[in-house]
Structure formats: C-alpha cells, structure tokens
C-alpha cells in the first residue's frame, strides 16, 4: 500500500534531499556574506577600525573553530611537526604561510573596503576574482591559458571598467581606498583559492578545517600588524561597559556565524556541481544590493548594473570552463 500521497518513494525522497540541502546551504551561505556588511559597519560605528575589526573577528572565528574541530586540526598539525608530509616540513610551512597571508589581505580588504566604501561597488570589485584566478592558476598550478581564460578574464575586466568609467575623470579606476581594497581583496581572494587548491593537491592528507583556520588566522594577523597604519584614538574606542559588551558580543557571534557559515557552504560545495554551486553564490550580489537597499536606501547606478551583469556572466563561464575540464 503506497502511504505517501504525492506517489514518490523513499528513494525519490532522498534523492530530492541530496540535491536540494547541499543547494540551500550554498543559498544560505552566499545570504550570509550579502548582509555580513552590515554588522562589520555597526563595530565600526561602535569605534572599531576596519584593521581592529577584521584582527577581533578573525581571532574569534579562529577559535571558535579550534573549539569545533580540535580533534582534526591538532592531528593535521602533528602531522606537519612530525614531518609526515609527502613533501618537506619547510615547504609545507610556506604554503600555510601564503594560504595565512591571501587569506589576510582578502579578510582585511573586505572589512575596510565594507566599512568605508560604497558596498556594492566594494561588492563587485571583490567579485572580479575569476579574471585573477586564471593567471594565478598558471603561475601556481601551470594550468594553461587558453581563449575561454582570455575571454572570461576580459568580460570581468569590462565590467569592471564599465562600472568605475567617470564622465569627469575618464578613468576606470577605483574612486577611493575603499574600492582599492575591494579590489585588492578580489586579487587576494583569487590567490587564496589557488593556493587552497594546492595544499589540498600536495597535502591531502591535511584536513580541510586547517586551511580554514590558516586563512581566518592569517586575517587576524594582517589585521593586528596594519593597525598602526590605521590612525585612531584610544578615546574613539569602546572601554565603557556598555559599549564594550556590545562590541565583544557582535565580534564573539560575527566569529561564530563566519564559522558556521563556511561549514555550510564547504557541505553543499562539496557535493554539487561547481557550476551549479557558482551560480548559487552569485545570489550574494542580489542580496547585497537588497540590504544596502533596505539599510541605507543607496540604490546601484544603470552603469553599476551593466558592469555587474559583465561581472555575473564571467564568473559563470569560469565555472562552466573549470567544470568541464
């Protein structure tokens, strides 16, 4: 007797749910970082410079990590001391290094790019990492260069030039510091990944939670050493009880929220298609413009929305290329 009224069976019913959960967390995840903008603005407007704010939350998310997955993460690094690696402890070190580093530069460039800058544009800017991922590709995983790579890289690049053109300058370069470090945080987020790539090719017995840790960690150190670059007072920041709890809650669950997120989209990345998991991400950019819409009524230009559609298209086709090789 068939108890189920809609006529599908067990099987059916599991086969919905591995296609659809890994999608959804993927969906999830992107709305996270579409809105992730707006508790970074709040730290800073409770006296937390972008350099602080991107150290506080990197070393939150770390540890919140450390505490998840302790098991895991002291076994990879045993496996490092002990020099159990198919290639030398020294050259393992310097991955990990580059990987700490890609990862700071990108965390530190978003967060102040967020905090200071127009978001979408800061937003678009960061997603030009397909065009820097091709090179980066090559130089570190000696992929080759072909037409489709050439094509992608410049569309992303038109895009990019389209949405920064200004009648009055005639230059299609970013505006201010806040859109050079969403951009310096694209090209950095492209290394990141390059480099994730080949640890995860020549250390594949080192589990996945240690580049996590690696990169959140690298955030936390680039944040502490360019904080001297960042002037501020001591007087702008939070020592009064109530603000000061305010700042160590949102920084203790931004850490918890970037942790559980990036658990979320690395469940649902691993088990659909690339392509199909790039286009869920770029769910990130509607729901960016929607918050910013929605928080501070700023609305994307005609000209911002052609160089995100150029944008869009590229990171789509470098999925659809890196997918069929």
């Not at 992303?156 to 310096?184: F, K, N, R, Y």
């Not at 001591?234 to 603000?243: D, E, H």
């Not at 920084?251 to 658990?263: F, S």
Request: net charge positive; with cysteine; aromatic share 10%.
């Amino acid at each position: 007797m068939n108890l189920n009224p809609l006529g599908k069976g067990p099987s059916t019913l599991s086969s919905y749910s591995k296609q659809s959960l890994p999608a959804l967390a993927i969906l999830l995840g992107a709305s996270v970082w579409g809105v992730i903008w707006y508790p970074l603005r709040l730290l800073a407007a409770l006296g937390i410079s972008g350099t602080l704010a991107s150290a506080l939350v990197g070393f939150s998310t770390c540890l919140f990590l450390w505490i998840v997955f302790w098991r895991s993460l002291s076994t990879g690094l045993r496996s490092i001391l002990s020099n159990a690696l198919p290639i030398s402890r020294y050259d393992a070190c310097l991955l990990l290094a580059a990987l700490a580093f890609a990862g700071g530069m990108t965390n530190i460039g978003f967060t102040w790019g967020a905090i200071h800058g127009q978001v979408m544009r800061v937003m678009l800017l960061f997603y030009l990492s397909p065009a820097w991922t091709v090179f980066f590709a090559h130089w570190l995983l000696h992929e080759r260069i072909n037409a489709a790579d050439i094509a992608i890289a410049c569309l992303s690049l038109a895009g990019a030039m389209l949405m920064l053109w200004s009648p009055e300058l005639g230059v299609p370069l970013p505006a201010d510091l806040a859109e050079w470090a969403g951009l310096l945080a694209g090209i950095s987020f492209a290394l990141q990944n390059v480099l994730s790539r080949k640890i995860s090719r020549v250390l594949p017995s080192l589990p996945a939670q240690l580049r996590t840790v690696t990169i959140f960690g690298g955030g936390a150190l680039v944040g502490l050493a360019l904080i001297p670059l960042e002037p501020f007072s001591l007087a702008s920041l939070p020592l009064a009880p109530p603000a000061l709890s305010h700042a160590l809650l949102l920084t203790i669950c931004l850490g918890a929220v970037l942790a559980l997120n990036n658990m979320l989209v690395q469940y649902g990345i691993q088990r659909i298609a690339a392509n199909r998991a790039a286009l869920i991400m770029l769910f990130e950019i509607v729901i960016t413009a929607l918050s910013v819409w929605w928080l501070t009524g700023e609305m994307p230009k005609p000209r911002e929305w052609s160089g995100a559609s150029c944008i869009i298209v590229a990171t789509l086709l470098s999925s659809w290329v890196h997918r069929r090789r």
